[in-house]
């Protein structure tokens, strides 16, 4: 959301500093382990789509708390980022993150030149 971008982009915070862990594992550690499996169906799926993939799912993580985000400030977001608190989803919660990146990944794929910002 715009707001969440303009109070992380006010606050200093580069995505590298978070999304680096998110992606280096494939989100694999912000998730509880019975959700995993459903996870890489997911990564599956995609195929060759999957790098792009992933950038959707970050930002529907981030949306997944937005309001919480905007009232944090650099160190706090950097901790909340890096520790999700996932611990207690269950299988709606990732879906409700799952439906929304590939809702934008099937509306925006057609069009790469909005994720080079």
């Given amino acids: ?38 996870l890489w169906d997911t990564y599956l799926a995609e195929g060759d789509y999957l790098p792009d993939f992933l950038v959707y799912i970050s930002a529907s993580f981030l949306l997944t708390w937005s309001e919480k985000l905007q009232k944090l400030d650099f160190q706090e977001m950097v901790m909340f980022l890096q520790h999700l608190p996932t611990r207690n989803w269950a299988h709606h919660e990732l879906e409700m993150v799952l439906s929304r990146a590939y809702m934008w990944h099937t509306m925006f794929k057609s069009s790469p030149s909005h994720l080079a910002n």
């Fill in 1 to 38: 959301t715009e707001p969440l971008s303009r109070h992380i982009e006010e606050q200093g915070l580069e995505f590298l500093q978070f999304a680096f862990r998110w992606f280096n594992c494939l989100l694999i550690r912000e998730v509880p382990f019975h959700l995993v499996t459903r």
